[in-house]
């Protein structure tokens, strides 16, 4: 009995250590950090120019050029007007390079921005899972730069989008 309270209490420490530094997820109600990132075109984006000017749609995708990744920016593509319908900018957030963006955006027709987090940085600021496979998680904003919904699904990369059109449509 003493090795087993001995290993227990090893176990939660561990685990209290492993715990510690794990940024949580944006909340809904939550304030948008501001952050700059260059985009597929290479230019510095700058969270603060739309902020307040547009709602947003914030996602984050695991990789450029992957399945799940293609289909959830072509459906991002060919749902495209229902976007601008509900005055919502589309932002995709991964970390390959400006180039990788570029040809995949050029690819398959993106119209929408993707931007460049390579040190994951703004990753971690919106708390979504980095390692080991990074976090697909998308973010709607309002137009006061406050998550109105968050949606975080790996397997489910098509209904990001749908998840998405719902809430902006029920947006005054």
Not at 149 to 160: A, I, V
Request: hydrophobic content about 35%.
């Amino acid at each position: 009995m003493k090795n087993y309270y001995k290993y227990f209490s090893a176990f939660i420490i561990l685990l209290s250590v492993a715990s510690c530094g794990k940024a949580q997820m944006l909340q809904v109600g939550a304030k948008v950090p501001e952050f700059k990132l260059p985009d597929q075109d290479g230019k510095m984006f700058d969270i603060s120019s739309v902020l307040g000017k547009k709602r947003l749609v914030i996602y984050f995708y695991p990789k450029d050029e992957t399945p799940g990744c293609t289909k959830e920016a072509c459906t991002f593509r060919d749902d495209y007007s229902e976007f601008g319908s509900a005055d919502a900018m589309v932002i995709g957030i991964s970390g390959q390079s400006v180039q990788s963006h570029k040809d995949f955006a050029d690819k398959y027709n993106l119209p929408f921005t993707l931007l460049s987090d390579k040190d994951n940085m703004v990753r971690k600021l919106f708390g979504v899972k980095v390692s080991p496979i990074p976090g697909r998680v998308t973010f709607v904003v309002d137009k006061t730069g406050h998550v109105v919904y968050t949606y975080d699904s790996l397997t489910q990369p098509e209904k990001h989008v749908a998840e998405a059109i719902r809430v902006l449509k029920t947006m005054k």
